[in-house]
């Protein structure tokens, strides 16, 4: 089905952090607290695993311009620092891990981010270095602005303090920020969502990231909400949020170019807005991308890999010389198809027939010809010359669209 190939261009990269000063009680992700002394062996591990990839890496293309019929060839190389808290590093070890990362995506050309925790910026001093080093674009994880809300999640920041790191990272001179916020959390109303974003947008940011709330079975929020020590909202007040979102965002400017992100525009024509991140539009158009640290996913079409979890066991493989990969998953066309309309569904323009055919070589409808057609039929697609995409009514129902193609 798929004419790719095991060494087509790789255009993106990204990077796990695991450190954090406290993990979340929402936090289901690869992360450790109280390790920082692992910090410089970590960093001399992951370079050394960067220059192993280095050989994959090919001459980087200029981006075509954006269509609607949006393609992977539209997207700006990129580099994504995630964690964790990779704020916590110094510039120093920042510096040591972009050096090596340019090796692969030169740092020049690429949309650069860096996740950054707003209890830990706390020096203007440190977000200009970190944008001397090439890093162009910030990921704020405010989540809140309720105080006592943070602390039941166990962030490690107050709202005055998110929005101090906010502005202190626009004068050092990003001009692309991404905040990310989550909804139906712990006691929260509705009354107090739309508070939050009437405020938030006001604050100027370039993009925003909304993610409702999961329960993940292994964290200490989850606990208590089996428990009943603490309460969430149902998924009926969750949608109610959504929607809030949708309407307060569109009132002040901000383009959905995704189910979950929004973000500023120079160009009210172009399909994807100004702002959007290059890098989350790679996962959704099923892009190739490598990935280094500990617990770092990768996918290289026939194949998606993930990487010990373990800080120590990382820095011991990579350090003994041998591979720090722990599994390799096979992909068949069929996968590839599938996951090309799933996560290409996620976006407003949805899936042109010409990335589909970029992506597997083969007509959308040799594929999935049935299922789009019954999804048509109960409103929940829609058609045309250029492709497929989510009615509002699918946007809503999105998952049970999606196991359509699984």
Do not use: K
Not at 59 to 69: E, F, G, Q, S, Y
Not at 239 to 255: K, P
Not at 309 to 333: C, F, K, Q
Not at 342 to 361: I, Y
Request: net charge negative.
């Amino acid at each position: 089905m798929s004419n790719n190939q095991p060494g087509a261009d790789v255009r993106h990269l990204y990077i796990h952090i695991p450190f954090c000063h406290r993990r979340c009680a929402y936090c289901d992700f690869n992360t450790y607290a109280n390790m920082e002394d692992r910090m410089e062996a970590y960093v001399t591990a992951l370079c050394a695993e960067l220059r192993s990839h280095a050989p994959l890496s090919r001459a980087v293309a200029p981006p075509l311009p954006m269509t609607a019929d949006l393609t992977r060839a539209m997207l700006r190389p990129t580099i994504f620092l995630g964690g964790g808290t990779p704020s916590m590093l110094p510039d120093a070890l920042m510096a040591r891990i972009l050096s090596a990362a340019d090796a692969i995506v030169p740092l020049d050309s690429a949309e650069v981010t860096v996740e950054c925790n707003p209890g830990t910026v706390l020096a203007r001093d440190y977000l200009r270095a970190l944008r001397d080093l090439g890093v162009n674009r910030i990921s704020l994880g405010v989540q809140s602005l309720h105080d006592p809300t943070l602390r039941v999640l166990g962030r490690i920041h107050t709202a005055a303090e998110a929005y101090a790191s906010f502005n202190d990272a626009r004068a050092a001179g990003f001009e692309s920020i991404n905040l990310d916020f989550i909804f139906g959390l712990p006691g929260q109303t509705v009354e107090q969502w739309e508070e939050t974003l009437r405020e938030i947008v006001t604050w100027g940011a370039d993009h925003f990231a909304l993610y409702a709330l999961i329960l993940e079975e292994r964290t200490p929020l989850y606990a208590q909400v089996i428990s009943g020590r603490v309460t969430v909202p149902d998924d009926d007040v969750t949608a109610v949020m959504y929607e809030c979102a949708l309407e307060h965002f569109a009132a002040a400017g901000y383009v959905q170019y995704e189910i979950s992100n929004w973000a500023r525009t120079d160009d009210p024509s172009s399909p994807v807005p100004t702002h959007a991140c290059h890098h989350n539009l790679a996962y959704w158009l099923n892009a190739d991308y490598l990935a280094a640290g500990a617990g770092a996913h990768g996918h290289r079409y026939p194949q998606r890999y993930v990487n010990v979890m373990g800080i120590d066991d990382y820095i011991a493989r990579v350090s003994a010389g041998e591979s720090p990969v722990a599994e390799i998953t096979a992909l068949t066309p069929r996968d590839l198809a599938a996951e090309t309309m799933f996560m290409g569904l996620r976006l407003n323009v949805g899936v042109s027939a010409t990335h589909f055919r970029d992506r597997c070589g083969v007509e959308m409808d040799a594929v999935f010809g049935a299922e789009l057609a019954e999804l048509a039929e109960l409103g929940l697609i829609e058609r045309d010359e250029r492709g497929v995409r989510l009615t509002s009514r699918g946007r809503m129902i999105g998952n049970r669209v999606f196991e359509r193609f699984v």
